[in-house]
Structures are given as structure tokens and as C-alpha cells.
């Protein structure tokens, strides 16, 4: 049945999720399968337990209104923590359009700069929005020989419907942008004040930094 309550953005909470958010974790992924369907894209397929051990390692962010799933990123270091990826970032169809999925990747951005200072961050998108966002933040557009020589993080992309063209272009590019943020490049933060200083109190009392 649809949910026809009219969200706000205000009641929504962006946060780094924890061992206790695991219940949400199916519908995390539900909601990125229709979403990749609905584009008419792929996805790097991603089991329970993976997700869920992002939450337990304090390297996931959760969107929640009350108790009502909102939205979900999550983050991942590769080449010996050389490089981070943001990843996996969804928005619930029900709050769409109220400015969640910035604040998500603002947490997941200001996550990865204080836990890994010195790693390149970059991310593979299809999407315009997230594309917009990284853009904002710093992030420029890169072929994939500039990202992470990792096989573990090119595994991941096996699950993807466009798996057999990036494998064809022999890993130099596919459907999506390759776009990277390199710290050396790029100083300060440019996110908002208080969620650096929300993560770096949410890290702090997980034990994390």
C-alpha cells in the first residue's frame, strides 16, 4: 500500500548507523533494486551481511524519520586505504525531493575525510544528481585507470548489468563516471559545520578515531 503521509525534510535524521539499524538492512536493498530498475541501470549487487557489516564497522549512514526508513549510503576503503569509495546511495521514493540525499552525502563525505585524511575519495555514478553533488564537493570526472587498482572493488561490479561492457572496454571506462576528490588538490571542508561536528562526536563515542 502507498504511503500517502507528506514527509518534510526537517523530520528526517541523517546519522552513521550502527549494529542495532540491521533491521533495515532488506529494505536498503529492495529499495536500491527498484530504484536501478526504474533507471533502467545496473548495480553492484551487495548481500545482507555485507551491508550489515558496514553498520557494525561505522562505516554506513542511515536517513530515518522516527522509525521510517528514509534514506542509506555507505562507505568502503580499497588499496590499503589508499582510496574510499561513497556508495550505494538511496533515497526513498516517499522522501524524494526534500534535500536527504545532500545531507547523506555530505555524512558520508565528512565520514570518509576524518577517518582516512590523506585517501583519495571517488565514486562511480550513472545518476545526475550525485554526479551534481560530488561536483560540488570537489570531485572531478576521471577515467578508471585514476581509481583504485583493487580487484576486491572491481569484483563488486560483477553484479552490475553492464558488467560485459566494462570488461570489454578492458576497465578503461563503462556506463558510468568515474569521479574522484584528492585531498592534496582539495582543502577544507566544504560540508556544513555541524555534521563534522556530529560525526566526529558519533566516531568518538564508538571508539573509531
Not at 503521509?5 to 546519522?15: A, R, S
Not at 536500491?32 to 533502467?40: E, F, L, P, S, T
Not at 542509506?72 to 533515497?91: A, C, D, P, R
Not at 552525502?105 to 560530488?134: C, H, Q, Y
Request: net charge neutral.
Amino acid at each position: 500500500m502507498a504511503d500517502n503521509t507528506k514527509h518534510t525534510g526537517e523530520e528526517v535524521k541523517v546519522l552513521i548507523a550502527d549494529a542495532s539499524h540491521e533491521p533495515y538492512v532488506d529494505t536498503i536493498l529492495e529499495t536500491i533494486r527498484i530504484a536501478a530498475r526504474k533507471r533502467g541501470t545496473g548495480i553492484a549487487e551487495r548481500t545482507h551481511e555485507y551491508v550489515a557489516t558496514k553498520m557494525r564497522e561505522g562505516k554506513a549512514v542511515l536517513a530515518l524519520a522516527g522509525t521510517t526508513f528514509a534514506g542509506f549510503s555507505y562507505i568502503e576503503t580499497w588499496g590499503n586505504k589508499h582510496y574510499v569509495t561513497t556508495s550505494g546511495l538511496i533515497v526513498h521514493p516517499d522522501f524524494q525531493g526534500l534535500g536527504v540525499a545532500k545531507r547523506i552525502k555530505d555524512f558520508t563525505f565528512t565520514l570518509a575525510r576524518i577517518r582516512w585524511p590523506e585517501a583519495k575519495i571517488f565514486s562511480l555514478t550513472s545518476g545526475d544528481a550525485v554526479m551534481k553533488m560530488n561536483t560540488d564537493l570537489g570531485y572531478v570526472p576521471v577515467s578508471f585507470n585514476q581509481l583504485t587498482d583493487d580487484e576486491a572493488f572491481w569484483a563488486g561490479c560483477r553484479g552490475c548489468t553492464n558488467h560485459d561492457i566494462l570488461v570489454a572496454k578492458q576497465r578503461r571506462f563503462c556506463i558510468c563516471t568515474g569521479m574522484l576528490y584528492d585531498p592534496l588538490k582539495h582543502h577544507g571542508e566544504p560540508t556544513p559545520a555541524e555534521v563534522f561536528q556530529q560525526v566526529m562526536k558519533t566516531l568518538t563515542e564508538r571508539g573509531l578515531i
